[in-house]
């Protein structure tokens, strides 16, 4: 990510942000795009610390724009943006996952950038080859339902496939199941957990999952998942949660999205005390329950 560029008065036609043309063009509400706005894809933002969790969460794929006749208007805005700062590289994830799906749902896709990946847009479109199985926790290749990963900032774009051994239907089905658009957006948190640090040996412990289903999704049409995750690791990190936010978008449409968290073991070692752990309190949960029904059975009257 590119450092502010603090430029003093405003000689130019215009100032921004990342200077260039990057896919996505920020624009306070009430101001005028430049000229070129067709061209653009413009994401309206309704103050300067929501552009700078946009350029936090995009990176060199956006910038702000601001016209000379809005700078003029509103010169404490002006003044806020000139005073921005962001670092030059970001080794922990900018924000939660709350934070990045309320910014990803107002963000149209990326175009430019998708364009120039090896990741299917359109009909016809070439299939990128499957990400390593180990990325998503699976034996076999048959399984994997992503794409080797496209990111753009701390965005992760990935097809999805369609076949999978694992889940088998009774009846064939012009839309994609239920069940197979909610395995890949599991894989598909996996896969960023793994590309943001968790070790290869690290596992993820399933705390809550919740979906949202908008639309239909065609089987023969080329489909992607974006995806954001708030965790990010190290050789020192200790165990902690993992979320992420995912949405699974054909056509540009956004047909369903996900909120999952997790919490990250990064060590076998770490997995196995936390599951000796979980044993016993399920053994105790067991004998607790156990009792309860014994008590209940000894005060009922024989029949």
Known sequence: MQKTNNRQGNTEEEHILNPGMP???LLFEGDSPPLTADALQ?????SVDEAVRFLLLLGDSCKLYISPDFSSAHPEI???VRAISLPSSIDEAPFDTETAATLMRKLPLDLKSLLKSPLALRNGDKMPPPIEKSLVHKTSDANILISEPFSTGWVHYFNMFRETTELT???PSEHVQGLLISEALRQAGIAC???QGLPSEGKLVLLNYSTNF???IERNEPILIRAYSSFSANESSEDKNASFF???IQWGRVCADSTITTFACLSTQRQKQLNERLVKIE???KAHFETKVNKFLETEPAN
Not at 42 to 46: G, K, S
């Open 78 to 80: 002006d003044a806020k």
């Open 169 to 171: 239907f009774d009846h």
């Open 214 to 216: 908008f639309s239909f």
């Open 283 to 285: 053994s105790r949960t």
């Open 246 to 248: 995912i949405q699974m």
């Open 193 to 195: 957990s793994h590309i």
């Open 23 to 25: 896919p996505y063009t």
């Open 42 to 46: 413009i994401v309206t933002v309704e």
